[in-house]
């Protein structure tokens, strides 16, 4: 997700199925057009690149799956706003895990949620429809016609609600897609769609124990989070605003304060939030996030450097509309020399390139190449690129 460096996205890693509620600006909750729940499970679809989970599988490893499935999708429906649509996939291929996942939810909805027909939108992938009948098993391959056969040892992994019924046909389950490994020669996997035809109150007493978490009940994965406090550049550290002000001139930098913000507890940087994403930040200030936006701006350590701050060159293209000044376009052999040695010595670049690095003078100057930016600091000697390893191997192979 980070790699998509968009100022929209807002990363957390809470548990789905208690992931929080948060609101809107007027106070109303917060709702989503678009939810992908790709599920933990058994990942019995994934034998063919993993064949050691067929050794160790059984049906009480779906079974158990089962119950955080459903809790997780059901927590997805509920905060999927009304025409929404969300993505239950797994990478199993036993219909406890898929099909009876979706039944029961639909089931709940009384109407409220339908399966949405996927076919003839993926032309050349092939997948067959959903089934509306299975076999309900123990650990021990032990089968069961119904729950009241279900002994009370084994009802911990089989609830009532694993069994299909009259009512299952007519939920139209053959929309969902079940992927096997021999139709597209890959791994199996299921995905289902649903859209929120209306908001219901779920039939399930458990859905509705479930529906309102705010934000102290959450539970994180882990526990390293940053608070999602993202705080306004003006706020509390006048150290950075005023740095902010001369880099800006620096570039010519055209972009409003106000959609650059930073996390309290890392001052230094600054991140490109769009309008959004910043009224969830300014409305639901206690959620922990990972990320929030992308890092546009961090603190220049170089004692020769003529700003205080430095761009980060993974998300600089954002903003290449956006800078006037300091900006060098280069030909593609110079950019290949630029991203083959760091640094790269002068004299590798051409006596053009040189004449106008000159004529910039000499500190930090941004490189372009076709629509990439990249920053990088200049001596008389060399130009040195503040860019990854990684990321000079992936623009060699671009120009090669
Ligand atoms: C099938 S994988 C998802 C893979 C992911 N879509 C991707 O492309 O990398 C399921 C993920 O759910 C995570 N997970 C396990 N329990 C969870 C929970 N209660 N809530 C949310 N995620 C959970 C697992 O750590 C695992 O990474």
Not at 226 to 248: A, M, Q, Y
Not at 302 to 315: E, G, P, Y
Not at 325 to 336: H, S
Not at 370 to 396: G, W
Request: charged letters at 25%; proline letters at 4%.
């Amino acid at each position: 997700m980070k790699l998509f460096s968009s100022p929209c996205i807002l990363i957390t890693n809470f548990k789905g199925q208690s992931f929080p509620s948060l609101q809107n600006k007027d106070g109303s909750p917060l709702l989503y057009d678009r939810i992908v729940c790709d599920v933990p499970c058994s990942g019995d679809g994934t034998i063919r690149k993993n064949p050691n989970i067929w050794n160790n599988w059984n049906p009480g490893r779906g079974n158990h799956r089962y119950f955080l499935q459903l809790k997780i999708a059901r927590r997805g429906v509920q905060l999927l706003k009304e025409g929404g649509l969300m993505a239950y996939s797994s990478c199993a291929i036993n219909q406890i895990e898929n099909e009876c996942v979706i039944a029961q939810l639909l089931e709940e909805s009384n109407g409220g949620l339908e399966l949405v027909d996927m076919r003839d939108k993926f032309k050349g992938l092939n997948f067959l429809p959903g089934l509306d009948d299975w076999c309900v098993f123990d650990t021990q391959m032990n089968q069961y016609k119904d729950y009241s056969q279900v002994p009370e040892n084994r009802r911990s992994q089989i609830c009532p609600e694993m069994f299909p019924t009259e009512k299952t046909k007519t939920l139209k389950l053959d929309r969902s897609m079940r992927f096997l490994p021999h139709l597209n020669d890959d791994g199996g996997f299921f995905v289902a769609i649903l859209r929120k035809t209306r908001h219901y109150e779920s039939k399930s007493a458990a859905a509705k124990i479930s529906c309102d978490i705010p934000l102290g009940d959450s539970t994180k994965i882990e526990n390293h989070n940053l608070k999602f406090n993202l705080t306004h550049l003006r706020d509390k550290k006048p150290v950075l605003s005023e740095s902010f002000g001369g880099f800006k001139q620096f570039y010519g930098l055209n972009v409003s304060e106000e959609n650059l913000l930073r996390w309290s507890d890392c001052e230094e940087s600054l991140y490109l939030v769009s309008d959004g994403l910043k009224s969830v930040a300014e409305h639901n200030g206690h959620i922990q996030a990972t990320l929030a936006g992308c890092k546009m701006v961090e603190k220049e350590y170089r004692n020769s450097a003529k700003t205080k701050l430095r761009f980060v060159s993974n998300n600089l293209h954002l903003l290449s509309e956006r800078i006037s000044k300091r900006i060098l376009t280069v030909d593609r052999k110079d950019f290949r020399a630029l991203v083959s040695s760091k640094p790269v010595a002068m004299e590798s670049l051409s006596t053009e390139t040189i004449g106008r690095i000159k004529d910039l003078d000499y500190g930090e100057i941004l490189f372009r190449y076709e629509d990439i930016l990249i920053p990088t600091f200049v001596s008389r000697q060399k130009v040195e690129a503040y860019i990854s390893n990684s990321a000079c191997e992936s623009f060699k192979l671009l120009v090669d």
